[in-house]
Nanobody, 115 residues
Framework: QVQLVESGGGLVQAGGSLRLSCAAS????????MGWYRQAPGKQRELVAR???????NYADSVKGRFTISRDNAKNTVYLQMNSLKPDDTGVYFC?????????WGQGTQVTVSS
């Protein structure tokens, strides 16, 4: 059974850092591209970062230079290191992968950045 479980969210002051983790099960993780999305109140869910099975990455312009996505295939886990956090980074962060045209999501973890 496919499952994604996020952790690591919380409340942090502007300029601070958080590290999110997403543990995956029920998939061949090492062959799967993984992504982090976020959804702020009243806004659409948006892609934050993505990492391919080979380790290639891409980022939303708003987080380039501040966030880093990485993966540990031995642990079936994808990470999102978030530095220099801003209040605009506030939202629920979701782990994601896609098989064919079907998206799979975790339950999300709340990140709140205070000014």
């Amino acid at each position: 059974q496919v499952q994604l479980v996020e952790s690591g969210g919380g409340l942090v002051q502007a300029g601070g850092s958080l590290r999110l983790s997403c543990a995956a099960s029920g998939i061949i993780f090492r062959l799967t591209a993984m992504g982090w999305y976020r959804q702020a109140p009243g806004k659409q869910r948006e892609l934050v970062a993505r990492i391919t099975p080979s380790g290639s990455t891409n980022y939303a312009d708003s987080v380039k230079g501040r966030f880093t996505i990485s993966r540990d295939n031995a642990k079936n886990t994808v990470y999102l290191q978030m530095n220099s956090l801003k209040p605009d980074d506030t939202g629920v962060y979701f782990c994601n992968f896609q098989i064919s045209t079907t998206d799979y999501w975790g339950q999300g973890t709340q990140v709140t950045v205070s000014s």
